[in-house]
């Protein structure tokens, strides 16, 4: 632009010619087993519904799942599975990048470089590796469950990423990242983007059906406890009917009833009716009525998604192709990063990285 073509300083600005830039967002799950009502709700369904708006990076985090014992078929298995329901739920390989981590190993180098900026003491208070090692005797904890939020920072901090979709439970992980990123850039220079979580407004915490204090998760030894994304309507009915309940007959979202509340969250993050509408429509009726319809519920919301996860599996040549892209695209992305940091940090000791 000419100076005699430039707006007074009073003009309302032009819009900008750039187009403005989409934030990036990067989240996982860990393929330990069959994912669940909870991680659909708190997580996938929240990464579906945004992709459109943002720059997106989902993986599988199978380094992670390492972190507990668990056997190698299964987690080959679990991983092809997940990656299934990625794809099931709508996640789009032309819009989004879909891979495993094991394929990018960017992530487990920048994890070590990670490790000398991050303290014991804030491994050892995270509330995960707490409540996982709750019952244990530490002797048999691996030091990767320690170092589990380590690798979670690589993952997101290789893309620069903006937003991490997650659910409550990973809030405090995120943060922890986010200080990695900030002390790291502090000590070495400008080098990683410092991401913030995003935890959707409904459904972020789905609790246990056999416990209300305690939320809803894969790894719990009673299958009664959770509703997975594989189970057949008949399973989900009885699942929810055998659902402990709360003293009272009301069925109302009020903290001395914390079952009945995560029934109720339940059903509003799937129809999106907010719980007063709720509460409202089941006055004078009895739980049973609330499980009943809950059960039609979900077994109708998974019911396409089980469908779309059979056809996936049943391709693998498909599947592996998409993920092959998606970790091709992830590393062009991740190499650059990993070679700042170690730049940054003096790993990359060549002239040339000078
Ligand atoms: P594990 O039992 O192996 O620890 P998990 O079921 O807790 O696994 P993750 O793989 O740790 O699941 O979580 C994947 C995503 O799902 C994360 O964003 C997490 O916050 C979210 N998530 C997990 N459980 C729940 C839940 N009960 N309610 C809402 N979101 C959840
Ligand atoms: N720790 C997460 C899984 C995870 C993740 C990530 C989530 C690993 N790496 C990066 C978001 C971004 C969990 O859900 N347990």
């Not at 992709?51 to 507990?68: G, K, L, M, S, Y």
């Not at 329901?85 to 390989?93: Q, S």
């Not at 409904?202 to 609790?207: D, E, K, L, Q, Y």
Request: charged fraction near 25%.
């Amino acid at each position: 632009m000419t100076e005699a073509q430039a707006s007074p300083p009073d003009a309302p600005r032009a819009p900008s010619a750039e187009p403005k830039k989409r934030p990036r967002v990067f989240s996982g799950v860990k393929p330990t087993g069959t994912l669940t009502l909870g991680n659909y709700l708190g997580a996938l369904r929240n990464w579906v519904q945004g992709q459109r708006e943002v720059d997106p990076i989902f993986c599988v985090v199978n380094d992670h799942a390492i972190t507990i014992r668990i056997d190698p078929e299964e987690l080959r298995r679990n991983t092809r599975e997940v990656a299934a329901i990625y794809l099931a739920v709508g996640l789009d390989p032309e819009h989004c990048i879909l891979f495993v981590q094991s394929d990018v190993p960017e992530h487990t180098g920048l994890a070590w470089v990670l490790n000398s900026v991050t303290y014991y003491g804030e491994l050892h208070r995270m509330t995960q590796f707490k409540d996982k090692t709750a019952k244990g005797k530490l002797e048999g904890v691996s030091a990767g469950l320690l170092n589990y939020p380590i690798l979670m920072a690589a993952d997101i901090l290789l893309y620069n990423t903006d937003e991490v979709p997650v659910g409550e439970d990973q809030k405090q992980h995120v943060e922890l990242c986010r200080d990695v990123a900030i002390r790291f850039n502090g000590l070495f220079g400008e080098t990683f983007v410092v991401p913030k979580p995003v935890i959707p407004k409904v459904g972020a915490r789905i609790m246990s059906l056999d416990d209300p204090t305690r939320k809803m998760e894969k790894s719990n030894p009673n299958a009664g406890s959770y509703i997975l994304l594989t189970d057949g309507p008949d399973v989900i009915k009885k699942k929810l009917a055998r659902a402990v309940t709360d003293s009272g007959s009301e069925i109302l979202a009020t903290p001395d009833k914390p079952a009945i509340t995560n029934l109720l969250t339940i059903a509003s993050a799937l129809t999106g009716k907010p719980i007063p509408q709720l509460q409202e429509a089941y006055v004078g009726k009895m739980y049973g009525h609330l499980k009943k319809d809950l059960g039609e519920l979900v077994s109708e919301t998974l019911k396409p998604i089980q469908e779309k996860v059979a056809t996936y599996l049943a391709d693998p040549a498909q599947l592996e192709a998409i993920l092959d892209r998606g970790a091709e695209r992830a590393r062009a992305i991740a190499g650059p990063t990993l070679a700042l940091a170690k730049k940054r940090i003096g790993l990359g000791w060549k002239a040339a990285a000078r």
